[in-house]
């Protein structure tokens, strides 16, 4: 042990990669013109939003896209982004962002429901519906099972080691049915709104073709930086340090075994 933390102290924090930094940035220019594209589109051609009106059920894609495509995919890039800092700041920043966007996409489910009630309308039987919900409860189940592994103290280190690639995967796939999602609701929106004149090439129907280029373009961006091998957060002596002393408290394991 005495030997790790004299390497730890001693050590210099790892180098970032020289491209990282801008396809970062440039993943980040991405998603907030994603955002604020998003908002344009319901301000020029759906009348803005608002709570107590017609315009409720604009909360819904504007949540949704800044929910659980943007901040889902920033808290993704956590781990890419904070490679020299503690690694359990690091697990509550990517916590924190998981709860913001799953409290945002809640904000955005209620708005729908309680649009479609008041307007006699049904729900839950369209494609987008279906997917929506899916990936609202794989993403707060995602969420709850990552913070027993992860944050909660307890869970053994081993059982910590073996579900790691499954949380790494899910959250991948996650992220990325909620970008397809989104692009079935805004296909939904189109059709639903503008008929025929979608083939017409319609201003709102261009602008609403670019806003779904921008959210493949996001997900690939970010899908990107997550599977470059050489650019993941390298394993530091402290963290080390704290697995051995973890694994030796919780399974009796003796570092020098290992």
């Given at each position: 042990m005495s030997s790790v933390c004299l390497s730890m102290e001693g050590g210099a924090a790892a180098s970032t990669p020289a491209a990282l930094?801008?396809?970062?940035a440039f993943s980040q220019l991405l998603g907030?013109?994603?955002v604020a594209m998003t908002g344009a589109w319901l301000g020029l051609y759906r009348g803005g939003i608002a709570w107590e009106s017609d315009l409720?059920?604009?909360a819904h894609p504007l949540c949704m896209v800044?929910?659980?495509?943007?901040?889902?995919?920033d808290a993704l890039l956590v781990y890419r982004v904070f490679r020299n800092e503690a690694k359990r700041t690091t697990k509550v920043l990517h916590g924190l962002l998981h709860i913001f966007a799953l409290v945002?996409?809640?904000?955005g489910l209620v708005a729908v429901f309680d649009y479609h009630r008041k307007k006699g309308y049904a729900d839950l039987y369209s494609l987008h519906s279906w997917c929506g919900i899916l990936v609202f409860v794989l993403c707060f189940v995602?969420?709850?099972?990552?913070f027993s592994f992860f944050l909660f103290p307890g869970a053994p280190f081993s059982l910590r080691s073996r579900y790691r690639p499954q949380h790494i995967f899910f959250g991948a796939t996650i992220f990325l049915l909620s970008v397809g999602t989104?692009?079935?609701?805004?296909?939904?929106a189109l059709l639903f709104n503008l008929g025929d004149k979608y083939s017409a090439f319609e201003p709102e129907g261009v602008l609403a073709n670019v806003l779904g280029l921008l959210l493949a373009c996001f997900g690939g961006a970010v899908l990107y930086i997550l599977t470059r091998a050489d650019w993941k957060r390298p394993s530091q002596a402290e963290e080390q340090a704290l697995s051995m002393d973890f694994k030796t408290?919780?399974?009796g394991d003796s570092p020098g075994s290992q």
């Open positions: 930094p801008y396809y970062v907030l013109t994603l409720q059920f604009n800044i929910g659980l495509v943007f901040l889902q995919g945002i996409a809640l904000v995602q969420w709850l099972v990552g989104a692009l079935l609701g805004l296909k939904e408290l919780t399974e």
